[in-house]
């Protein structure tokens, strides 16, 4: 009888470090933005057991921002400038909506295939609609993956200078919820500039 050799349960420091490394290479190198798919893709690559203990987001994006300072860095530096400078735009179009920036070109980790994410408020997702056609802007939608009470009403997907976006549309109720959220990293444009400033 053949016994299958059971694959390792990641679990220390050293293994979560492995994966959280892997993880961060694929995101930076093939364009990954999910931090979910990509912790389970390096610990499958790696041999470890599924439903192994996988380092947090921050873990992943502590070594994220490693490897693009010491293999990407002029790109990055580029890549953030030029986002930056696009969610701005966006912002100053959207404003009506309370426009906010979030996610990877906020905290500095956008990558090769990175979107760059703004957060709306309105009393309807349609209202947000309204406006992106009545300025002929194409655009398409989608439901988020997950629900709960820090889920958008709806995602709206556009491109703007062949850069991508998403725009998340939360309930006008929701603002200042989220603005005590330690969860979900935001500023608005304000900050967007001044972190610009910060881009050599």
Do not use: C
């Given at each position: 009888?053949?016994r299958?050799?059971?694959?390792?349960?990641?679990?220390?420091?050293?293994?979560?470090?492995?994966?959280?490394a892997?993880?961060a290479?694929?995101?930076?190198?093939?364009?990954?933005?999910?931090?979910?798919?990509?912790?389970?893709?390096?610990?499958?690559?790696?041999?470890?057991?599924?439903?192994?203990?996988?380092?947090?987001?921050?873990e992943?994006?502590?070594?994220?921002?490693?490897y693009?300072?010491?293999?990407?860095?002029?790109?990055?530096k580029?890549r953030?400038?030029?986002?930056?400078?696009?969610?701005?735009?966006?912002?100053?179009?959207?404003?009506?909506?309370r426009?906010?920036?979030?996610?990877?070109?906020?905290?500095?980790?956008a990558?090769?295939?990175?979107?760059?994410?703004?957060?709306?408020?309105?009393?309807?997702?349609?209202?947000?609609?309204?406006?992106?056609?009545?300025?002929?802007?194409?655009?398409?939608?989608?439901?988020?993956?997950?629900?709960?009470?820090?889920t958008?009403?709806?995602?709206?997907?556009?491109?703007?200078?062949?850069?991508?976006?998403?725009?998340?549309?939360y309930?006008?109720?929701?603002?200042?919820?989220?603005?005590g959220?330690?969860?979900?990293?935001?500023?608005?444009?304000?900050?967007?500039?001044?972190?610009?400033?910060?881009?050599?």
């Amino acid at each position: 009888m053949t016994r299958h050799k059971q694959a390792p349960r990641a679990g220390n420091s050293a293994s979560r470090q492995a994966i959280a490394a892997a993880a961060a290479r694929m995101m930076a190198e093939d364009g990954i933005n999910d931090y979910g798919y990509a912790k389970r893709k390096a610990a499958r690559n790696l041999g470890y057991a599924e439903g192994s203990a996988l380092p947090t987001n921050d873990e992943v994006q502590i070594e994220l921002r490693t490897y693009q300072s010491l293999y990407q860095e002029d790109e990055v530096k580029e890549r953030l400038r030029e986002m930056r400078e696009a969610a701005l735009e966006i912002m100053a179009l959207m404003e009506d909506f309370r426009p906010y920036l979030t996610g990877a070109v906020l905290d500095g980790t956008a990558g090769r295939a990175s979107s760059i994410e703004i957060d709306l408020f309105a009393d309807s997702a349609k209202d947000v609609e309204i406006s992106l056609l009545s300025r002929n802007i194409e655009y398409g939608s989608s439901e988020p993956r997950r629900h709960g009470p820090d889920t958008p009403e709806t995602l709206l997907h556009l491109e703007w200078d062949d850069l991508p976006v998403t725009l998340a549309v939360y309930p006008l109720t929701v603002e200042r919820q989220r603005s005590g959220s330690t969860r979900h990293e935001r500023a608005k444009a304000s900050t967007v500039a001044a972190l610009l400033e910060t881009v050599e």
